[in-house]
């Protein structure tokens, strides 16, 4: 079985500071990756993911992961803030393969202030 | 840029009755799926189909659920007896093409269950 914990279900910073969002994975063969943002009375948009190839991989937005296996972790970073990006952000695993369930973190609420 | 749709945004019923959610996904996919996400929860998978047939559902999805694909562009989810558990927003994915795992999903209905 595979799951995913997002440690802080709420993160909070200053605008221009660094951005870090954690997540951890558990699954017993290796997984895709995904990170999923959701503004406020919209749907999910995929911000980045992860399937094979190189580790740090570049999303839209400013917005990179980097998929770490002995530590089981595909963290997302930003090195600035900025207003716009508040949201909640969705760390997901699936197996590989294509056409499989995504299984979802519970999600961090992103707030950045002035 | 093509996205995933759905109807109605908002739907409010009453316990018992019937609901139909309506999903028109990316026009070249072939697999589709429909998650939920109860307030303050995680967003958690129900069913996902292909080729008219259900390929994989999950616990949630009991025989009260029924998805269908009428025609060449719609794909819905049905609730026969709606409960107060039933209350949430349900977002439509679909996925195909090259980049197979990756899932878009529509902005979602929220239905409320009174």
């Known amino acids: 079985a595979q799951s995913v914990t997002q440690l802080g279900s709420h993160v909070s910073v200053s605008e221009g500071a660094l951005v870090l969002l954690r997540c951890n994975y558990s699954s017993s063969v290796p997984p895709y990756l995904f990170w999923y943002v959701q503004y406020p009375n919209q749907g999910l948009q995929l911000l980045l993911k992860y399937t094979t190839g190189a580790t740090l991989v570049k999303g839209i937005n400013g917005f990179e992961a980097e998929f770490k296996k002995s530590e089981t972790s595909f963290h997302l970073t930003k090195p600035s803030a900025h207003m716009s990006d508040a949201a909640e952000y969705f760390c997901a695993v699936t197996l590989r393969g294509g056409y499989n369930k995504l299984i979802f973190g519970a999600g961090t609420r992103l707030a950045v202030h002035p | ?114």
Request: aromatic share 14%.
């Open chain 2, 1 to 114: 840029e093509p996205e995933v749709t759905q109807t109605p945004s908002h739907q409010v019923t009453q316990m018992g009755q019937e609901v139909i959610l309506r999903c028109v996904p990316i026009s070249n996919h072939l697999y589709f799926y429909w998650y939920r996400q109860i307030l303050g929860q995680k967003v958690e998978f129900l069913v996902s189909f292909y080729n008219n047939e259900i390929s994989e559902k999950s616990e949630i999805f009991d025989d009260q659920f029924s998805v269908e694909r009428p025609d060449g562009s719609n794909f819905t989810l049905k609730i026969r007896s709606t409960k107060l558990e039933d209350s949430a927003m349900y977002f439509c994915a679909s996925s195909g093409g090259l980049a197979a795992e990756t899932q878009y999903f529509g902005p979602g209905t929220r239905l409320l269950v009174l």
